[in-house]
């Protein structure tokens, strides 16, 4: 761990708790997609709105912790107050071990905690979604404005960048004015940039940073980065902080949502319990949920949407039978693989290094604090000589995605990774190290989240399911092996230090890579549709296009759940964000 050194202008909060007043808009959920809503939906003074967030602002909690980038890797596994800290059911894919999976319990929900990448999905991952649910407002060009609305862009730093660091972007794709800061980190790191090198020498384009449209290639990363402090801009502190002050938005914090109550099939309310007393807040237009992947699904089923069979395994009074609610997760899944490396990394970033960087941050907001690790990226169809390997019914599957929907993703780390999370501390080891993560974005295992009883505070059942398709092994073998043709090419061959560190040379047969990958692939945390998106004729849709429920009157899910499908790209958070701004204009164009 780096040690922690809270700057001395930790933003305060204050909140106004005041619940004696009516809204508009109840909004369950403080996270990524929540504060987005909140934000626009408050645009208009007229409009009351209240948001339920069992958390609070995550530094009141953990200090500066969130905000310094460098800091990301830190969350994974680190049981702070700050995350719900759940642990899926026991996985088949992985030899039947159960794993952690992150989400954060703050204002600002996992915009806080995950890795800051900023970016687009591809044209034909649009096409695909509005093609699935029947509407045209999801193509590209007409979602574009909505990802502009995202985005307030700082062009990178070229006096702190290393010269072998600038990004390849068009600056016609970026956009002034939106509720993220995005930038390039103001340190780049060299790992990257002998990566870049590596990527290209196997054969991967030059991207323009994936905000065009165009996932397959390599390219700097763009991160939600605010460029002249160096801190993460979150949906916090991008949506929420900046309209604290407006009469007609009442934060709740340390609120948790219990139950959706109904008037017959309409939503009229929701039942919190906050220190101890509980009480109902009843919107008169609409109840929002933004709950998240897993409890956006969970309340609606401890409330009565869901599956009907399942609700009355915990004599849950059936509301609507919606037998999709929970199912159809998907994640994107992960390995690494690391070098000892002659550059410097965050492997040596301690000491007086690292209390160097302390003050080069806290000063000026630059310096190694200010990268979030993750800075390059590369992403790929598999390579048509690994195809071939692949069965009929796996190229059959595959070939169902867009032509642009790249399969593989190559990440970049500066520093080692363990086995049990992506992040590592590596000083006991002496010396720097590199790795790179290879991931499949297209995955094909499906899972789902259920309920252990009929109480919100049981935690949900999650099972990704991870590893259980043949098209999502056959994949990560070839992700593997393509990591390792960039690491061992010639164009990284000057920085690197012996022989492979891990997961070593002896993993080699195509079965001792697959025993590696079984025991090490773990969730991205990049949960995704669980309270499916689609139109009205398909039986496991929960929400339609607009959000709105199926069967169910003044009720919306807007947050990672509300998807047909979990999009390719290293930036689902952004997803989250652009569809939350795209649907706060469609509650806004409603008529009550
Ligand atoms: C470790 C990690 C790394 C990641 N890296 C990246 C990345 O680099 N780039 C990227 O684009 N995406 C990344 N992601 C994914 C991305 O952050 C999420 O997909 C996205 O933030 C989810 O947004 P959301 O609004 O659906 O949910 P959240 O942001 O999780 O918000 C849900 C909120 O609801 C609250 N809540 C839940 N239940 C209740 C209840 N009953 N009552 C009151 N409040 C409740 C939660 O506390 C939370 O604040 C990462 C995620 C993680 C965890």
């Known amino acids: 761990m780096y040690i922690l050194r809270p700057r001395s202008s930790v933003l305060a909060a204050v909140i106004k708790r005041s619940t004696n007043q009516s809204f508009d808009y109840v909004i369950v959920g403080g996270g990524t997609a929540g504060l987005v809503l909140a934000n626009r939906l408050t645009e208009d003074s007229d409009v009351k709105v209240a948001v339920i967030e069992a958390g609070t602002f995550p530094e009141d909690v953990v200090g500066n912790m969130t905000q310094v980038p460098a800091y990301a890797p830190q969350f994974e596994g680190a049981e702070l107050d700050l995350e719900w800290n759940f642990t899926t059911t026991p996985q088949a894919g992985l030899g039947n071990i159960p794993v952690s999976y992150y989400r954060a319990k703050a204002l600002g929900g996992c915009s806080d905690i995950n890795f800051m990448a900023y970016g687009h999905t591809s044209k034909g991952t649009h096409q695909l979604w509005a093609d699935l649910v029947g509407d045209d407002s999801y193509t590209y060009d007409n979602m574009l404005q909505y990802y502009k609305k995202t985005m307030n862009f700082s062009p990178p730093n070229a006096e702190t960048r290393l010269a072998n660091a600038t990004p390849t972007y068009n600056a016609d794709d970026t956009a002034t004015g939106g509720g993220i800061d995005v930038t390039f980190p103001s340190y780049a790191q060299s790992w990257s940039t002998w990566v870049a090198q590596g990527l290209a020498a196997i054969g991967l384009p030059q991207a323009q940073s994936f905000v065009d449209g165009n996932l397959l290639g390599h390219s700097w990363q763009m991160t939600g980065i605010t460029q002249s402090t160096g801190i993460r801009s979150s949906a916090q502190a991008g949506y929420l902080r900046p309209v604290l002050s407006r009469p007609n938005l009442t934060i709740l914090n340390g609120t948790f949502a219990e139950r959706i ?332």
């Open 261 to 592: 109550i109904f008037n017959g099939d309409t939503a009229s309310g929701v039942e919190v319990t906050s220190k101890g007393e509980t009480y109902t807040l009843s919107p008169s237009k609409e109840l929002i949920l933004s709950a998240g992947v897993f409890q956006s699904p969970q309340l609606l089923m401890v409330s009565g949407v869901g599956p009907k069979a399942l609700l009355e395994q915990f004599n849950i009074p059936l509301v609507k039978d919606l037998p999709g609610v929970g199912q159809n997760m998907q994640d994107h899944i992960t390995v690494p693989i690391s070098y000892q490396v002659d550059v410097v990394t965050s492997s040596t970033l301690e000491g007086s290094a690292l209390a160097d960087a302390i003050t080069e941050w806290n000063t000026h907001g630059i310096g190694p604090l200010s990268n979030n690790g993750g800075d390059y990226i590369g992403m790929e169809k598999a390579p048509a000589e690994f195809r071939a390997n692949f069965s009929a019914e796996v190229v059959k599957q595959l070939s169902a995605l867009p032509a642009d929907w790249p399969e593989l993703q190559y990440n970049v780390l500066p520093a080692t990774v363990s086995t049990t999370s992506i992040g590592g501390e590596d000083s006991v080891l002496g010396g720097n190290y590199g790795s790179m993560l290879a991931s499949v974005i297209a995955p094909q295992s499906r899972g789902n989240v259920s309920i252990a009883s009929a109480s919100m505070s049981d935690a949900p059942l999650i099972n990704p399911n991870i590893f259980t398709a043949q098209a999502d092994i056959d994949l990560l073998l070839t992700a593997f092996k393509r990591v390792r043709q960039t690491l061992q090419s010639s164009a990284m061959a000057p920085i690197m230090i012996g022989e492979e560190f891990y997961p070593g040379p002896t993993v080699q047969t195509d079965e001792q890579i697959l025993d590696y990958l079984t025991e090490t692939v773990r969730p991205f945390s990049h949960g995704f549709a669980t309270c499916k998106m689609g139109n009205s004729s398909d039986p496991d849709a929960v929400v339609d296009s607009h959000g709105r429920v199926f069967g169910i009157k003044n009720l919306r899910v807007v947050d990672a759940s509300a998807f047909p499908f979990l999009p390719p790209g290293p930036a689902p958070q952004i997803q989250v964000y652009t569809l939350a701004e795209k649907l706060a204009d469609d509650i806004k164009q409603t008529v009550y």
